[in-house]
């Protein structure tokens, strides 16, 4: 079975940095590029990062480029978000997701770790 | 790169079914097939139920099917159910930045 375990965030201030991660199992995690989306409170949806089943390739929505570094250890099966900078408008449920081989879909999603920005 | 047009809200009675837009520009979809779409019951992670405009994952419904026409995707519930109450979004990969663009959210309201 397929499982996604989020965690690492929590309410930090405006400004902060936070190490968000993501537990794979259940899939050959070294076969398949991840994403992070998040949600913020009452809204919708937002791809913000994603990389490649190697590492090589990192990619960011405008939104965080400069502040936040998608990064994952294959040998730990884990995927990771550095989140630095924060704003009040980051806060929100950060959801790691798995691309299913050369589809271009999320076929996976974690439970979400809410991440807010407050002072 | 803006959230691709979705309505706000679809209702329908059980049994009835409904459709739902997606709506982008050439840049959000270009040729690409690459049009999918998610069921989100609140608090929840979102659940796949199309991806490539019409294919459905192994074990979700067929009352689920998916279309595109032009810089329009179209989700249709048939035979909806109560269980079908959900915020529906889409999300197609882009041809530029960012990698992928999320719909704007459909709330589904069973009647």
């Known amino acids: 079975e397929v499982q996604l375990l989020e965690s690492g965030g929590g309410l930090v201030q405006p400004g902060g940095s936070l190490r968000l991660s993501c537990a794979a199992s259940?899939?050959?995690?070294?076969?398949?590029?991840m994403s992070w989306v998040r949600q913020a409170p009452g809204k919708g949806l937002e791809w913000v990062s994603g990389?490649?089943?190697?590492?090589?390739?990192?990619y960011y929505a405008d939104s965080v480029k400069g502040r936040f570094t998608i990064s994952r250890d294959n040998s730990k099966n884990t995927l990771h978000l550095q989140i630095t900078s924060l704003r009040a408008e980051d806060t929100a449920v950060y959801y790691c997701?798995?691309?299913?081989?050369?589809?271009?879909?999320?076929?996976?999603w974690g439970q979400g770790t809410l991440v807010t920005v407050s002072s | 790169q803006s959230a691709l047009t979705q309505p706000a809200s679809v209702s329908g009675s059980p049994g009835q079914s409904i459709t739902i837009s997606c709506t982008g520009t050439s840049s959000d979809f270009g040729a690409y097939k690459y049009v999918s779409w998610y069921q989100q019951h609140p608090g929840k992670a979102p659940k796949l139920m199309i991806y490539d405009i019409t294919n459905r994952p192994s074990g979700v419904s067929d009352r689920f099917s998916g279309s595109k026409s032009g810089n329009t995707a179209s989700l249709t519930i048939s035979g909806l159910q109560a269980e079908d109450e959900a915020d529906y979004y889409c999300?197609?990969?882009?041809?530029?930045?960012?990698?992928?663009?999320f719909g704007t959210g459909t709330k589904v309201t069973v009647l």
């Open positions: 990389i490649g089943a190697g590492g090589t390739g990192t």
């Open positions: 997701a798995k691309r299913p081989g050369t589809y271009y879909t999320f076929d996976y």
């Open positions: 259940g899939f050959t995690f070294s076969n398949c590029a």
């Open positions: 999300s197609s990969r882009t041809t530029s930045s960012p990698l992928y663009v």
